[in-house]
């Protein structure tokens, strides 16, 4: 089936569907890293986008059950050059075009992603439209999108709706841990503390019952193995789309819609503007010095989330660090702004036990738990829009050590009187280089950012800059002066991308181990 992406300048990409048909709106950014496109699809920060891989080949090593960062496809739509039909991995379970399809989430292929890629950093982020309507007028579509608002409440709709708990997690050979008494097994499991009204203010929420409580709680698996089709046999390696034409330069036919050259609005649309037309060779014309960007490091992170899926070289959580001396585990609550579940495994991984609450639980209730400190999530769209979140934030501060990632970097800032904005075209990949301007160590990093932490904001702040990112200088990370809170705008956890900033948590439990050590003198 053909399918088109339609940019709200008015230019129009020719491709074949990949996954559901129908139509989608966000807006369209680019990722450089060469795997992990399973936990790009799953990662909730990318709610309200539409993820454009820059690497040429997706889908290879099809979609498994343990790679998943959340419980769904949370892209709007996925754009690559070409999907793989004959993935192969031996934990595959399906392919990525099955993947989408069960999901209803609509995806194009067949068009070259990395022009496009040079258009979006060129044009700064665009809004775009995937459809496989091509009897429409494609160009009206781009006057419609032109004028689109995207949806704002996104962190609404990726947050918890209900209170769990996640123990620490340990080795494989070690017993497995409970959490006080609950018999929940290590790995992605949770203890369901309370449902909450599922609206979005705290108020309307019963009161939560506490640890003391979490042993009678049912276990469920926090995130349950996407897409499972009970009956439907999964043939890994025979292409589900039969009479596609994989030759490569099929794509870009112009004239398929309705006069997709016709332009009504001077200066948007002018011209027919059809990516991809085969030349000679049978390749798609690719402009002059576009760099094919590096991402070994992006893969060397996938196999290490893979081997610790596997139970092959899971890390054990370290006594110094996870826990106190006395062996208590370090407790820590989340808020939730739509959290990535590597995150989380994370810090079970360095023995952390974990209480998730939604984004809108208030201060009061988030220390009602006595945690030894609160960690802030990443989460998807403009950090400024979550209001509720800034201001418990700024309550919280001072009151427990805080880590933050990513929008939980973006929020902590604004709490404490700092600036964001937006980027022209942000930074997703595995590749990112980061100087640690306290140790002057650089490390790669794995981002997923179309905002930042304006640098010059910060001077009235009690904030400092820790991080610099030196392809671009913009502020990675900050911490207070005085206070235990510390954020970062890159992702430590990695998955996909690099695990060198692993060391992040255990800063954490530092600041936590300090403030036990305080509390007990
Ligand atoms: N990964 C994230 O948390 C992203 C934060 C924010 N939505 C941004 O795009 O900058």
């Known amino acids: 089936?053909?399918?088109?992406?339609?940019?709200?300048?008015?230019?129009?990409?020719?491709?074949?569907?990949?996954?559901?048909?129908?139509?989608?709106?966000?807006?369209?950014?680019?990722?450089?890293?060469?795997?992990?496109?399973?936990?790009?699809?799953?990662?909730?920060?990318?709610?309200?986008?539409?993820?454009?891989m820059t690497y040429p080949l997706v889908g290879n090593y099809g979609i498994n059950a343990g790679d998943n960062q959340s419980e769904k496809i949370q892209v709007q739509g996925f754009i690559v050059k070409e999907a793989a039909l004959n993935p192969s991995h031996w934990q595959m379970e399906k392919n990525l075009s099955r993947a989408l399809a069960q999901a209803g989430v609509v995806g194009i292929k067949g068009l070259d992603t990395r022009f496009l890629t040079r258009l979006i950093r060129e044009h700064g982020t665009l809004k775009g439209a995937i459809s496989t309507d091509l009897a429409q007028s494609l160009p009206v579509l781009a006057r419609r999108l032109k004028a689109w608002e995207p949806p704002q409440d996104l962190v609404a709709q990726v947050s918890t709706q209900k209170i769990f708990s996640l123990p620490p997690l340990v080795p494989p050979s070690a017993p497995a841990a409970t959490v006080e008494g609950s018999g929940v097994s290590s790995g992605l499991t949770v203890a369901v503390e309370s449902e909450t009204s599922g609206d979005s203010g705290?108020?309307?929420?019963?009161?939560?019952?506490?640890?003391?409580?979490?042993?009678?709680?049912?276990?469920?698996?926090?995130?349950?193995?996407?897409?499972?089709?009970?009956?439907?046999?999964?043939?890994?390696?025979?292409?589900?789309?039969?009479?596609?034409?994989?030759?490569?330069?099929?794509?870009?036919?112009?004239?398929?819609?309705?006069?997709?050259?016709?332009s009504e609005e001077p200066g948007v649309y002018r011209e027919p503007k059809v990516f991809g037309e085969p030349t000679a060779s049978g390749e798609s014309a690719l402009p002059q010095g576009s760099k094919v960007p590096s991402g070994l490091e992006s893969s060397l992170g996938a196999m290490a989330s893979l081997g610790s899926e596997a139970g092959d070289d899971r890390k054990a959580p370290d006594p110094e660090l996870g826990a106190d001396p006395g062996g208590e585990p370090f407790h820590v609550v989340v808020m939730d702004f739509g959290i990535k579940g590597n995150i989380l495994r994370a810090m079970q991984e360095k023995g952390f036990r974990l209480t998730v609450v939604p984004y809108s639980t208030s201060a009061e209730e988030i220390l009602s738990f006595a945690p030894d400190g609160i960690f802030l999530s990443n989460g998807p769209g403009d950090p400024k829009v979550v209001t509720q979140g800034i201001a418990t934030i700024r309550q919280l501060c001072g009151q427990?050590?805080?880590?933050?990632?990513?929008?939980?970097?973006?929020?902590?800032?604004?709490?404490?009187?700092?600036?964001?904005?937006?980027?022209?075209?942000?930074?997703?990949?595995?590749?990112?280089?980061?100087?640690?301007?306290?140790?002057?160590?650089?490390?790669?990093?794995?981002?997923?950012?179309?905002?930042?932490?304006?640098?010059?904001?910060?001077?009235?702040?009690?904030?400092?800059?820790?991080?610099?990112?030196?392809?671009?200088?913009?502020?990675?990370?900050?911490?207070?002066?005085?206070?235990?809170?510390?954020?970062?705008?890159?992702?430590?956890?990695?998955?996909p991308g690099p695990s060198d900033s692993l060391y992040l948590f255990d800063k954490f439990a530092e600041l936590m181990q300090q403030r036990r050590a305080q509390h007990a003198s």
């Not at 088109?4 to 129009?12: D, F, H, K, R, S």
């Not at 499972?228 to 099929?250: A, D, I």
């Not at 950012?449 to 900050?478: C, F, I, K, M």
């Open 1 to 52: 089936m053909r399918a088109a992406l339609v940019l709200e300048t008015g230019q129009i990409f020719f491709g074949e569907a990949l996954g559901s048909s129908g139509e989608a709106w966000g807006e369209v950014v680019f990722n450089t890293g060469m795997t992990g496109y399973q936990e790009i699809l799953t990662d909730p920060s990318y709610a309200g986008q539409m993820v454009c």
């Open 202 to 262: 705290a108020s309307g929420r019963s009161t939560v019952s506490r640890e003391s409580t979490v042993s009678e709680e049912s276990t469920v698996s926090v995130w349950p193995r996407l897409f499972e089709e009970p009956g439907v046999s999964e043939e890994p390696g025979v292409s589900e789309e039969p009479g596609v034409s994989e030759e490569p330069g099929v794509f870009g036919e112009p004239g398929v819609s309705g006069e997709p050259g016709v």
């Open 400 to 495: 427990r050590p805080i880590f933050g990632i990513c929008l939980g970097h973006q929020l902590l800032t604004l709490a404490l009187g700092g600036d964001t904005y937006k980027l022209k075209f942000g930074h997703r990949g595995g590749n990112q280089p980061v100087q640690d301007l306290l140790s002057e160590k650089v490390t790669i990093t794995s981002q997923n950012h179309g905002y930042a932490v304006a640098g010059e904001s910060l001077g009235s702040t009690p904030l400092q800059v820790t991080h610099r990112n030196l392809n671009d200088q913009t502020v990675e990370g900050v911490r207070h002066r005085e206070l235990p809170l510390f954020s970062v705008q890159f992702h430590p956890e990695a998955g």
